[in-house]
């Protein structure tokens, strides 16, 4: 049964009292959790505060430095959060994609070695699975790691790895038996300063280089750096890609940049121009807008029940392949509306005539193109819900 959960008024009365004394009013609707420099100032003290408090992870368990709360009272967190507009500064893959596989899968000594400092905000990490040769079928990876005894010798190529280049570890799937495909896979961690990595940043149309190529030779992964069995690593893969599945549909915590920027209608009133009832004055384009506003707000809704249902069990399921799709059309069919809105004004790309608004603009509607390839591309969504949620199967 979904956990909705009766609201505790003292832990509300408590978190208010915290937020009242802790956070800095100059962090108001600052988001921090996705910013590449180190933070100073109120930014650090925020950071630091969230992350001792344990209330960055609000769910996670204490005993590792999380917050240890109940699915209900991280609801009232968040909730008086977003009453004085606080930001959780504590965010990034560690937190949305590994952090929760790990406290699924990893050993104890991995637990208590690895998560504390994810609490904290105080490593980044990147993943490192997609490869030239292995994309949407990820499990063709070539990448071989080599048992040396007590350690494994890791070569091969890895692509589109976000923020490899300001990462300070990466969680990887790599070969460990050439003989079986999917059984042949292990996921292991490694030291992003490691001999034998080698990152270079790929510029993409939006003028942005969020991913890399990594190149790994020779690169010496500790045994200890093993999460699961050997040659387990696949299991462990696909559970951390729905962990990743959640957070890009916007089910961790993220779902406010489905609404973000100034509201679509505002702003065709602004560059479009309105009736004499004071409506937008294109009727067509009227209409559009309050479609898109329609499936938004299901959209969200559609999130919020997930996710309380999702605490009634084991965390996202396969239903985050649905979220994702949908998600990334709701973000997409923004972006390209905010364009056509400011006409000739939403594809600048420099100098003067523009303002940043409108020059970010288009950066955001090529940059979001990729929302239906990266984290499982749409087709291979769509094959998961025909297969694992409507039972379909191929017959020959």
Not at 215 to 232: A, I, Q, R, S, Y
Not at 310 to 328: E, F, L, V, W, Y
Not at 352 to 372: D, H, I, M, S, Y
Request: with cysteine; net charge neutral; glycine share 14%.
């Amino acid at each position: 049964m979904p956990d909705f959960g009766g609201e505790p008024e003292a832990f509300r009365v408590e978190a208010r009292e915290w937020l009242a004394e802790n956070f800095p009013p100059s962090m108001k609707n600052v988001d921090l959790a996705m910013t590449v420099d180190a933070p100073t100032g109120d930014a650090k003290l925020w950071k630091e505060r969230m992350g001792a408090k344990g209330w960055g992870t609000p769910t996670w368990p204490k005993v590792y430095g999380g917050g240890g709360l109940t699915p209900a009272e991280a609801r009232m967190l968040q909730q008086e959060m977003a009453r004085i507009g606080a930001r959780n500064p504590i965010g990034g893959m560690g937190v949305m994609m590994f952090g929760p596989t790990l406290l699924e899968y990893g050993s104890e000594e991995q637990k208590q070695r690895h998560i504390p400092p994810i609490v904290r905000g105080e490593i980044r990490w990147c993943q490192g699975y997609s490869e030239p040769g292995a994309g949407s079928d990820l499990a063709a990876l070539q990448t071989k790691a080599e048992d040396k005894g007590d350690h494994f010798l890791v070569n091969g190529q890895k692509v589109w790895t976000s923020g490899a280049q300001y990462a300070d570890w990466c969680f990887c799937l790599v070969r460990t038996d050439p003989n079986h495909k999917h059984e042949g896979i292990s996921f292991v961690l490694f030291d992003m300063k490691t001999p034998g990595i080698e990152v270079r940043p790929i510029k993409l149309i939006n003028g942005y280089s969020p991913f890399c190529e990594t190149f790994l030779t020779d690169v010496k992964v500790p045994k200890e750096n093993l999460v699961g069995p050997l040659n387990g690593g696949w299991t462990i893969g696909k559970r951390l890609l729905q962990h990743e599945r959640n957070s890009l549909s916007g089910g961790g915590g993220s779902a406010g940049r489905f609404a973000a920027g100034k509201p679509l209608d505002q702003l065709a009133k602004e560059y479009v121009g309105v009736d004499e009832e004071g409506r937008v004055a294109d009727p067509d384009l009227r209409t559009r807008i309050i479609r898109h506003q329609m499936e938004t707000k299901a959209f969200m809704l559609t999130l919020m029940r997930a996710a309380a249902e999702s605490k009634g069990n084991q965390g996202p399921s396969n239903a985050t392949s649905i979220m994702k799709n949908a998600g990334s059309k709701v973000g997409q069919d923004r972006a390209e509306l905010a364009v056509e809105i400011m006409g000739s004004q939403g594809l600048g790309w420099e100098g003067p005539g523009f303002e940043a608004a409108e020059l970010e603009q288009v950066r955001n509607w090529l940059g979001g193109k990729a929302t239906t390839i990266y984290g499982g591309s749409a087709e291979i969504q769509n094959n998961i819900i025909a297969k694992r949620i409507l039972g379909l199967l191929d017959h020959q």
